[in-house]
């Protein structure tokens, strides 16, 4: 059993930034990939970023490409997601997710199916 829970969304204007943090606990935390989604109302949950075990490999999702990135922490148990220049289309609820069942450390796995364990989500809101 993994348990995550995110913090540090907020509401923010369209330009700023955000650092959302997810802790987790319950099994070794650098055994596993963790990643970021997202579900704005109405859609569907999509990919944000993700990142290997060791921190090594990580990936990106287009639609943030060259404002977000991830990184983790294994000694502290936590992944990030900093987000910059954040625009009003980013509103959303982000969640962090682990998979533990991924097994290969040199690639970042994208799709919902693929983990394993969730997060409640932390709603982050961007205004124009």
């Known amino acids: 059993q993994v348990q995550l829970v995110e913090s540090g969304g907020g509401l923010v204007q369209a330009g700023e930034s955000l650092r959302l943090s997810c802790a987790a606990s319950g099994r070794s935390f650098g055994y596993y990939a963790m990643g970021w989604f997202r579900q704005a109302p109405g859609k569907e949950r999509e990919f944000v970023a993700g990142?290997?075990?060791?921190?090594?490999?990580?990936s990106i999702a287009n639609s943030v490409k060259g404002r977000f990135s991830i990184s983790r922490d294994n000694a502290k148990n936590t992944v990030y997601l900093q987000m910059d220049s954040l625009q009003p289309e980013d509103t959303a609820v982000y969640s962090c997710?682990?998979?533990?069942?991924?097994?290969?450390?040199?690639?970042?796995?994208?799709?919902?199916?693929?983990?394993?364990?969730w997060g409640q989500g932390t709603q982050v809101t961007v205004s124009s």
């Open positions: 997710a682990a998979a533990i069942s991924y097994s290969s450390t040199f690639s970042v796995p994208a799709q919902v199916r693929q983990y394993d364990y």
């Open positions: 990142i290997s075990r060791s921190g090594g490999v990580t």
